[in-house]
């Protein structure tokens, strides 16, 4: 896998999840009469589904799709430093793209700047809460259950945007490109930084109790995220599936040669 793959990944899948984060919510406020519930069970739904097409469809690329996640991984030595800062730079540039695409999606201006105030101590706990949650999910399934977390995180993300105050933000690209959408999923800027540092105290207190709970990561397993998710998505390589056709082949001649004539 290159570089400019994994960022290509980056990009789209950033873009898609907040296509999705804003059009849902875009759509759902249009619909639900004022029924705020209602729209934000459209958006935890559409956006936990998003997810789990987007990891399964960039996993065997670049999936984490959040600064944060490329930053724990990289404090965790289970990514290469020198990539973050290209990583952390296409995933707030897609997440932008993204919310530029929904507004106009819904013949809106393509950036208004939100107006939807996020600004008490209640929400900043609640994203310390979901960024935690949703870190201790990742290190837990990497340590256990690669496989499981394609299904994993967007189920999570998706129960954490109805059951945290501030609707699970947990990603500072997220956070900086919901400044442009003047919606329901939108952000004031002057509350950006807040939730973002929010965000940073959550994290570290991940790191802190998961990094005791699971323990160090042995030197078989400091491998980035993608490439552990590469070894359940990714394709068969052209030498193994020659080997299993060959084996197949093998198989078809000893039962031809088995039957009775």
Known sequence: MTLSRALVAEFLG??????AVCGSGILAHSLDQGNVALSVLC???????ALVALISMFGALSAHFNPIVTLALALRKEFAWPKVPFYIAVQVLGAVCGVIVANLMFDLPAMTISETGRSTCGLLIGEIVATFGL????FGCGKSRPEA?????PAYVAAAIYFTSSTCFANPAVTIARIFTNTLTGIKPVDVLP???AQVVGA???????????GESSE???EDFADNLN???APDSLDQARSKAQAIESLEEVYAHSQPV
């Open 135 to 138: 870190l201790g999910v990742i």
């Open 43 to 49: 958006v935890a739904f559409a956006t936990g589904c």
């Open 195 to 197: 939730f973002i540092a």
């Open 14 to 19: 950033s873009a898609f999840l907040l296509v």
């Open 149 to 153: 977390i394609p299904f994993a995180v």
């Open 220 to 222: 078989g397993e400091k």
């Open 204 to 214: 570290v207190l991940a790191l802190v109790l998961f990094g005791w709970l699971y």
């Open 231 to 233: 070894e359940n998505f």
